[in-house]
């Protein structure tokens, strides 16, 4: 019996082990670089398009009328896990847009609005608690 019982606990054992080193699928997937959001365009604005480094909070924005790609000045920030938001409000009759980007590190809670963009280049200002 003490035989049988053992077999049985080395099995379990196995099949134990087989689980816990079992990996979901996609697991090995790196984690990305860069997310893009884009806030759409009417009659009279052009399409925005944002790239954000996730990890240094980089952020280009599209030159639609030249296909380019500029930095947003920034002042230094430290590394982290950024996350754009990027949202509009439907045009108006006149097509013009109310939009906006915000930037949010995930590990020190830090949120940034983007400021400009139209007539002015686009700068980050930070919000900041009371």
């Given amino acids: 019996m003490t035989t049988h019982r053992t077999c049985t606990a080395a099995i379990a054992a196995t099949f134990i ?5 079992a990996k979901a699928p996609g697991a090995d997937a ?14 009279t604005l ?21 296909n380019e790609m500029y930095p947003v000045p920034d002042t230094p920030i430290p590394s982290g896990k950024y996350h754009l938001y990027a949202w509009s409000q439907p045009a108006r009759g006149d097509g013009s847009v109310t939009w906006g980007v915000e ?7 830090r949120i940034w609005m983007l400021n400009g963009c139209g ?10 608690p009371r």
């Fill in 17 to 21: 082990l087989l689980g816990a080193c």
């Fill in 30 to 43: 790196p984690a990305p670089t860069y997310q893009v959001v884009v806030v759409p365009g009417s009659e």
């Fill in 46 to 66: 052009n399409v925005g398009v944002f790239r954000l480094n996730v990890a240094t909070g980089q952020t280009y924005a599209a030159k639609v009328s030249s």
């Fill in 103 to 109: 930037r949010a590190d995930m590990v020190s809670g």
């Fill in 119 to 128: 007539s002015s280049p686009c700068t980050w200002i930070e919000l900041t």
